[in-house]
């Protein structure tokens, strides 16, 4: 039952994007939207599989997902580190909060043309943005994991032995997952919207550097088509993360639910 | 001293053997008190252990534990306990809820330090958890690792040591087969019942080669039924590693009577550990045969009696 439920939803969600494209194809064709500012969707169809066709989606789609890898691996990886010091640590959380909560508050992209005064519109600068705005999710987020750990799972480490340390590594932060998790995923948005402003503003390579760019040499079909693939990425990611969720962390739902 | 107690006294005055309290260390100032008899020890195992067990393991001295917040005037939690436990014994601390029995307990681990007072392990005082002694938690849902499995979790009790890897989950399945749970060692812990979970639990403060086994209100989460399987295996552990000591926290004067060698009492009103009651039942005990027997009752009833009389805030 759920199974039909659920597909029916699908195809009635479907149906309507169908019936907006069909809706917009006429509005286009009798001229009342300009074919300048958005051809008709079947055209758009038309190049979309000409440039996935030919491969040509390939370099740029690679250059921007290889981006993004680098950049959100590290800032993963920061802001958990950071986060279980920060959480377990009253002393470091005092030393480092006031440093991060006055950058937390500008909008990371706003520091995108400072770090291209420091690193050029090189790789350097793309992974820089995407460290900074994607990093602080995950890191408050393992913060409120750490500080937030059931205390007997805590005690249960000291009552087996483990120092600070271990009940750091082998209790809090595993702990903590279901929060870092959410924090991932806040970030993968942030850092998949960064890495395409950065390849926007250094005009270098990448899906985002093309979007503009073929809206600035009148390339409107083009630039669309670009952009269907850009969301095509975005589901794909989600798609994913969901996968990789719920493969590597099966104990996740039955721990919140307690 | 209440009509009520004098009643009980004089019940057992007539029991022979060694009727003499173990109050003397604890310096509380409380009346004398007296043993209650409920059989001898007529088990090789048990007179093993008796004969074994004079050696103090660990010991609660003057211990007290105040919270204090601010504006307030000091909660006490224990106002000056003192407690022997020996090694291999089996004793079981009684007191209703909110009488500060799990405080004393973790104090005892060393998981929270007393306000003042010691708590001396082998003569030694000790600053934290000591390896020697695990305690093991009521809540066994919040204890257990939920992303281990549950061979993982008995493995844990053995990742400070230096086992190989091998070694570490070699050890941790046998004594999953010491629970009868070996076949459900890759499942995860919330996969399993309530039973099966504080099994799992058992299982892994086991690993440990604990020298004390501290309870918390270890079966107070289960049903009944399996509340008295997890007793029976609990004395079977028990019986069979002579050098075990339990100390075990309950509000089920019952569970008390049927598992413990003596059992302190623990009052609201109090706070102290009133009296210590010398329990003889015979071993091994029967889970229900020894519950039906006439000392059983007895004992049940004095402690009862005590425990219902001060809860009422009458003394």
Not at chain 1, 91 to 112: G, M, N, Q, Y
Not at chain 1, 151 to 176: C, E, K, W
Not at chain 2, 16 to 41: D, I, T, Y
Request: proline content about 5%; charged content about 20%; aromatic content about 8%.
């Amino acid at each position: 039952m759920a199974e039909v439920r659920v597909t029916g939803r699908f195809v009635a969600g479907l149906s309507f994007i169908a019936a907006e494209l069909a809706i917009i194809e006429v509005l286009v064709r009798t001229g009342w939207i300009r074919r300048a500012l958005l051809p008709p969707p079947s055209d758009i169809a038309r190049t979309l599989w000409e440039i996935v066709s030919s491969g040509e989606f390939l370099p740029p789609l690679a250059s921007t997902l290889g981006l993004l890898a680098i950049g959100y691996t590290l800032s993963v990886m920061l802001g958990v580190a950071l986060g279980l010091v920060m959480g377990v640590s009253r002393t470091c959380s005092d030393i480092f909060e006031p440093l991060l909560e006055a950058i937390r508050p500008i909008p990371k992209v706003a520091l995108v043309p400072v770090l291209i005064l420091f690193f050029g519109i090189d790789t350097t600068m793309k992974v820089a943005s995407v460290v900074l705005a994607s990093f602080f999710p995950v890191l408050l987020n393992t913060i409120q994991g750490v500080r937030g750990v059931e205390p007997t799972l805590i005690a249960t480490g000291q009552t087996f032995g483990h120092r600070r340390l271990g009940i750091a590594i082998r209790v809090m932060l595993p702990a903590s997952v279901p929060y870092i998790l959410a924090g991932m995923k806040v970030s993968l948005g942030i850092g998949l919207l960064t890495t395409i402003l950065a390849e926007m503003l250094s005009g270098t390579g990448g899906l985002g550097s093309l979007v503009l760019e073929s809206q600035r040499s009148f390339k409107v079909r083009q630039m669309y088509s670009w952009l269907v693939i850009l969301g095509g990425l975005g589901l794909l990611l989600n798609w994913a993360f969901a996968k990789a969720e719920r493969r590597f962390v099966p104990w996740l739902d039955k721990y919140q639910k307690s | 001293m209440s009509a009520e107690q004098r009643w009980w006294l004089g019940r057992n005055t007539d029991a022979s053997g060694a009727n003499v309290v173990r109050l003397g260390e604890s310096g509380v100032g409380m009346q004398a008190s007296r043993l209650v008899a409920a059989g001898k020890p007529n088990d090789a195992a048990g007179q093993r252990r008796a004969a074994g067990r004079r050696a103090v393991l660990l010991s609660l001295r003057d211990v007290n534990k105040y919270y204090t917040s601010a504006g307030e005037a000091p909660t006490t939690a224990l106002d000056t306990v003192c407690l022997d436990v020996y090694q291999g014994e089996l004793v079981a601390i009684v007191g209703p809820s909110g009488g500060g029995k799990s405080t004393l307990l973790q104090i005892a681990a060393g998981l929270i330090p007393p306000s003042c007072g010691q708590v001396l392990l082998d003569g030694r005082p000790i600053s934290g958890p000591p390896p020697e002694v695990v305690y093991l938690f009521q809540q066994y849902s919040k204890s257990l690792f939920p992303w281990r499995t549950v061979t993982h979790n008995v493995a844990f009790a053995l990742e400070q040591s230096n086992l190989r890897r091998r070694e570490v989950m070699d050890r941790a399945r046998s004594y999953l087969k010491r629970v009868a749970l070996e076949d459900f060692g890759n499942h995860y812990p919330w996969q399993l019942s309530g039973g099966m979970q504080q099994r799992v639990a058992i299982a892994r403060a086991l690993a440990a080669e604990p020298r004390a086994l501290l309870m918390d209100e270890p079966f107070s989460a289960v049903d009944a039924l399996t509340r008295l399987e997890l007793q029976t295996l609990l004395l079977d552990i028990w019986h069979s590693n002579e050098d075990l000591t339990i100390v075990l926290v309950t509000h089920d004067v019952d569970e008390a009577v049927y598992l413990a060698d003596r059992i302190a009492v623990l009052t609201r009103n109090s706070r102290q550990v009133l009296q210590v009651f010398e329990n003889s039942l015979p071993r091994p005990r029967h889970p229900i045969e020894t519950r039906e027997s006439q000392s059983f009752l007895s004992l049940r009833h004095t402690l009862l009696s005590i425990l219902l009389r001060r809860s009422n805030g009458r003394s």
